[in-house]
């Protein structure tokens, strides 16, 4: 299979808060449909650099992806790359011990040609839509997550819960280490979108509100302009996003008949 991308789209903005500590990977005015990674960080900390925490751990993931990996990436390799930001984030803290408690969320996908590789760590999610209905989608690390799950509360009561922005995953540093929940996908089709947001997307649609979004066939701006105007209206933290649009599925049969085709025209 070799699987294409239509232009992806992205969004980061500090929405209500005084400053934006969100972070996405490659930033929007010079991402193209050849990137293979892309990436999502939502900083936590405040006055503890959280914007330093996901803007560095975008940064160090991408540089880890460019010297090490040889092929597709795996979870061994993602976790070693995990592990390479909290290395990174030791070193910041021992020169900037202001910032000690920075940590960050992950949301994090990688195009192979057959499949696509999905990460997170925290409450940053990743969705697999197809034709408005959701197929996949990541489950938050989060205290609430956890107790509605146990079915000590439901899902009326986690919207709105107070302690709905703990999370039980974070990149902090090696005192603190963590694992990112890594997932392949396999069935990828042409026309699907895959969205990686931070939580100020998650506060302001239900996966219902998602899904009917989604059912409506129009340009991928439109989602993007129509995402940005309803978290403006009730998100109460930075927001940030990026729409992936499959543009095209071919299978290796496939793609072997056409050269096949394309020998034999000459001979």
């Known amino acids: 299979m070799n699987i294409t991308l239509g232009k992806p789209l992205a969004v980061s903005d500090k929405g209500r808060r005084g400053n934006n500590e969100d972070s996405i990977f490659p930033l929007s005015e010079i991402v193209s449909s050849a990137d293979r990674l892309y990436m999502v960080c939502d900083g936590v900390g405040g006055a503890s650099r959280g914007e330093v925490a996901s803007s560095m751990a975008c940064d160090v993931i991408n540089s880890f992806f460019c010297t090490f990996l040889k092929g597709d990436p795996d ?6 790359a995990v592990q390479y930001v909290e290395t990174c984030f030791d070193t910041y803290t021992s020169d900037y011990p202001e910032a000690i408690g920075m940590a960050t969320t992950l949301a994090l996908a990688y195009i192979m040609p057959s499949a696509v590789l999905i990460a997170h760590i925290g409450d940053s999610r990743i969705y697999h839509l197809r034709k408005g209905k959701i197929l ?3 489950e938050d690390h989060s205290l609430v997550n956890s107790w509605l799950k146990l079915g000590l509360i ?3 009561e ?12 974070a990149i902090q540093g090696k005192k603190r280490p963590t694992e990112a929940e890594v997932s392949i996908i396999t069935d990828v089709q042409a026309g699907d979108i895959f969205l990686l947001c931070s939580d ?3 506060e302001s649609f239900t996966d219902e509100e998602l899904e009917s ?4 066939r129009c340009p991928l701006e439109n989602y993007k302009e129509i995402l940005v105007e309803k978290c403006l209206q009730k998100s109460r933290d930075n927001f940030s996003f990026y729409l992936l649009p499959v543009e095209s599925v071919v299978k290796t049969e496939s793609l ?12």
């Open 154 to 156: 439901t899902q009326e």
């Open 256 to 267: 072997k008949q056409n050269f096949l085709s394309f020998l034999y025209s000459f001979m």
């Open 200 to 202: 100020g997307v998650v």
């Open 136 to 138: 996949y989608r990541t």
């Open 75 to 80: 979870v061994d390799f993602v976790n070693k």
């Open 213 to 216: 979004l989604f059912s409506t």
């Open 158 to 169: 986690a919207i709105n819960h107070p302690k709905k922005n703990v999370i039980l995953r």
